[in-house]
Nanobody, 125 residues
Framework: QVQVVESGGGLVQPGGSLRLTCTAS???????TGWFRQAPGKDREGVAC????????NYVYSVQGRFTISRDNAKNTVSLQMNTLKPEDTAVYYC???????????????????WGQGTQVTVSS
């Protein structure tokens, strides 16, 4: 079992950037890690994920070309660099880790067992 916590959220203007960091209580080597978000009144949705040991990354279409997921196993962290932010990116962002398939799927929320508390990202002018 691993615990994760998010940081780095805040208020940013449209077109701006933020970098979110997920810090784990232990090694993430065995876990796929993902970023998810939930906007007010909407269901939680997947954003991006990275397989264990950082072998591959996958993104949902809406963030492709704008968001980049990365991980540093030595530091037990996974980050989400968010560029060209849009108002529709406003949400609580969650980090999660899972022992699911080796090739991660950001849309498969059920593959992630360990979730953080979330960090608010607000994109507004």
């Amino acid at each position: 079992q691993v615990q994760v916590v998010e940081s780095g959220g805040g208020l940013v203007q449209p077109g701006g950037s933020l970098r979110l960091t997920c810090t784990a209580s232990g090694t993430l080597d065995s876990y796929s890690t993902g970023w998810f978000r939930q906007a007010p009144g909407k269901d939680r949705e997947g954003v991006a994920c990275m397989s264990n040991k950082g072998g591959s990354a996958n993104y949902v279409y809406s963030v492709q070309g704008r968001f980049t997921i990365s991980r540093d196993n030595a530091k037990n962290t996974v980050s989400l660099q968010m560029n060209t932010l849009k108002p529709e990116d406003t949400a609580v962002y969650y980090c999660a880790a899972g022992l699911g398939p080796r090739n991660c799927d950001p849309k498969a929320l059920h593959e992630y067992q360990y979730w953080g508390q979330g960090t608010q990202v607000t994109v507004s002018s």
